[in-house]
Each structure stands twice: as C-alpha cells, then as structure tokens.
C-alpha cells in the first residue's frame, strides 16, 4: 500500500467532533489482545458512569485477535478502570478491561487477573511502582523516524535529551501524546528523549498496586492511537535496530511503605537478596526478546545473573544514590523490556517480595 493513499482531513473531522451527542456518551473499551498489542471498540452509553460498577460487561470475537478459537469465540470484557477520553472529550470515557472466557475464568492473555489477587492480599505494603517506558517511533514502511533511507544516522551521543533539528525526531508525537495523558488523569510523572535517534521515553508513577499496570496499559493505547493520527508507528520492541545502538526497556521503580519510611534502607537490602534468587522467573516473565538487549553493553546488566548497586547502570537493579544516602526509599529494577507486560513485571515482584498467593 502507498504511504497517503488515503489523506486525513482533520479539518473535516474537527466539525464532527464538535457535534451534540443528544445525551449520549461514548465509551471506547480497551484491552490487551494476543500479541501484546491493544484493541478497542466502542458502546454508546444512556448516562455518565458514576463508577466502574456502572459500565456494562461487555464481549467481542477472540478468533480474530489471537485470543480464542473460531469454534468458541466470544471473549467477554470487564471494565476495571476508566478515563476521561482526549479525542473525543466532553464525558465521552475510556475504558480499560479485563478480558475472559465463556466458562467463568481469565482469558490466558489476561495476566491482570492474577496481579490483582497478589496486589490484593499484600495491600498494606502498600507497593508503589514508578515505570519508564521506553519506545521508538517508526515511519509507515517500519524505518525510524528520520533516519537516512536504507542508512544509519550519525552514532550516539547528541540525541539523549537532545535539543535542535536532527538531534530529536516527532516531538509533536511525544508533546500530544504527554497532554492527552494528563487529560485523562493518566499519572505521567515525566519524558525524555532516549539515546536513540527516533527514541524516546516516558514515565508513569508513582501508582500504588494493580493501577500502575491499568495506566500504564491506558497511556500505550493512547501513545498508538495519538501517533496514527501522525502517520507514524509505535515499537516496543527491546532491540529495534540490532548493532551500536540502545535497546528499550521498562525500568520498575518499585518501593513498599517500610522501604519508603525511616531505615527502610534494611527492607531495600531484603528485597535485593530475594530478588537474586528468582532470576530465572523474573527474566521469564520481563519481555520478549530482552536477551537481545541485555547483553551488559549499553548500560544494561547480563541476562542470567543478577547483580546490584548504589547508582549503577550496569548492574540488574540500581539503588539510587539519593536514597542510599538517605537510607530509604526505592529500587529501580533495570532488568524489564520496554514490550514486558507491567501487570506481570508487578506481579511477580510482589509475589518475589512478599510471598505467593492461590487465585
Ligand atoms: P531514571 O533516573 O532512572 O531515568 P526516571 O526519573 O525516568 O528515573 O523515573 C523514575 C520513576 O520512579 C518515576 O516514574 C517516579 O515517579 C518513580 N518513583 C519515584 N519515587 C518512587 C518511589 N518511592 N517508589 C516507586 N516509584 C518511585
Ligand atoms: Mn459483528
Ligand atoms: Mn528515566
Ligand atoms: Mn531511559
Ligand atoms: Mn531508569
């Protein structure tokens, strides 16, 4: 297909956005399909939803997005979060979902379930998790965004946190894609451009429990969906260009209420002696093709061994300097991809920290 087959009118569409709705609202359905890509569809609703409780379940046909077969299709959505819909504003909502089958259990791409069991049962740790995702736009033939046509741009160096016309590429992307966050209450604590030409990063947290990964999730819907009204495309992908160049990670922030509160220091140090002994299921569940990226180059750590340290990029969890100065505060476990699930990463860290719960 060519490049602008078809050419979006968004004057045309500005007049339509502006109509009455008759009292009608909108709510756009989101969830997670079978490919750790996001799907939607959306249902006119009578009334405002006071609360998630109001928001009717919902289905849609599993055999057409990798999450069930023809012969049973029907994946039903449960709405477990919603928010105030960017595009369309007015009351008009999105909604995040929870998918499941016909016979009363989680669909098996519903990895939300279980980390709210876990998150559930440890609530009075209070867990925090603050996540920096990173990502790579690219143009509509896969390319990143502004880089020479079957070439490289010059190596890395000038383009983290860079300033100037071809330091940075589609900041009109990450500037739309930051205020429809905060339109939506979405927690986006900060962005920055990555080391990476055409890379770049946001940051959601600090979200307490299962809402970190309802956020996070949402604030990828609408990283997809703002840069399709660019043209261009969103990887997650951990090493998009193999070679010299950054991959893209997830790093977890992660702290309970005794690590944030005085000598919490101890708790931090706790929490590192557990990690080390679930590397393996740690690194099962932190994203596909993270063993491209962690290679111990580029300031990552190696794939099968975990280490830690005060301040180092090197190492599969860093402590930041500040807080080991202070004696509390968090961790920052550097080993999750930018395509890891944060339901799962989340998950299992609880589990890792505080002990395993039956669902
Ligand atoms: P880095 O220095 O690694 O680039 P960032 O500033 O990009 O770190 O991201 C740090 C993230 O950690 C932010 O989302 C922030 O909200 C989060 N964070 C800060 N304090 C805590 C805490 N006590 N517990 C969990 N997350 C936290
Ligand atoms: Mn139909
Ligand atoms: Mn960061
Ligand atoms: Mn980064
Ligand atoms: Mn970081």
Not at 264 to 270: D, H, S
């Amino acid at each position: 297909m060519a490049e602008s087959t078809i050419v979006s009118n968004t004057a045309n569409l500005e007049k339509y956005l502006k109509l009455p709705q008759g009292g009608k609202i909108i709510a756009e359905y989101v969830w997670i399909d079978g490919s750790n890509g996001v799907r939607s569809k959306c249902k006119t609703l009578n009334k405002k939803p006071s609360s998630v409780k109001d928001l009717p379940e919902w289905n849609f046909d599993g055999s057409s997005t990798g999450q069930a077969p023809g012969h049973d299709s029907d994946v039903y959505l449960r709405p477990v979060s919603f928010y105030p819909d960017p595009f369309r504003l007015g009351d008009n909502i999105l909604v995040m979902c929870e998918t499941w089958g016909a016979d009363g259990k989680p669909n098996p791409y519903n990895f939300r379930r279980d980390a709210a069991v876990i998150m559930e049962a440890h609530a009075k740790h209070e867990f925090w998790f603050g996540l920096e995702q990173e990502y790579t736009l690219l143009d509509f033939h896969g390319w990143p965004y502004g880089w020479p046509k079957n070439g490289f741009p010059a190596p890395q160096g000038p383009y983290y946190c860079g300033v100037g016309t071809g330091k940075v590429f589609c900041r009109d992307i990450v500037e739309s894609h930051y205020k429809a966050c905060l339109y939506a209450g979405i927690n986006i604590s900060g962005t920055n451009a990555e080391v990476m030409p055409a890379q770049w990063e946001y940051q959601v947290g600090p979200c307490e429990g299962i809402d970190l990964g309802d956020q996070l999730w949402m604030s990828r819907f609408l990283l997809h969906r703002v840069a399709e009204e660019f043209g261009a495309k969103v990887t997650f992908a951990p090493k998009p260009i193999p070679g010299d160049w950054n991959g893209a990670g997830l790093h977890t922030n992660v702290s309970s209420k005794e690590m944030r509160a005085e000598g919490g220091m101890k708790y931090i140090e706790e929490a590192m002696e557990k990690l080390s002994k679930r590397q393996i299921e740690h690194m099962a569940v932190y994203g596909e093709d993270n063993q491209l990226r962690m290679t111990g180059k580029h300031e990552t750590s190696s794939f099968d061994k975990f280490t830690w340290g005060v301040a180092n990029r090197g190492s599969s969890v860093r402590v930041p300097r500040a807080c080991a100065q202070e004696g509390k505060g968090y961790f920052e476990d550097r080993r999750p991809a930018s395509n890891a699930d944060p339901y799962q990463i989340t998950g299992i860290i609880v589990e890792t920290l505080c002990g395993k719960v039956e669902g």
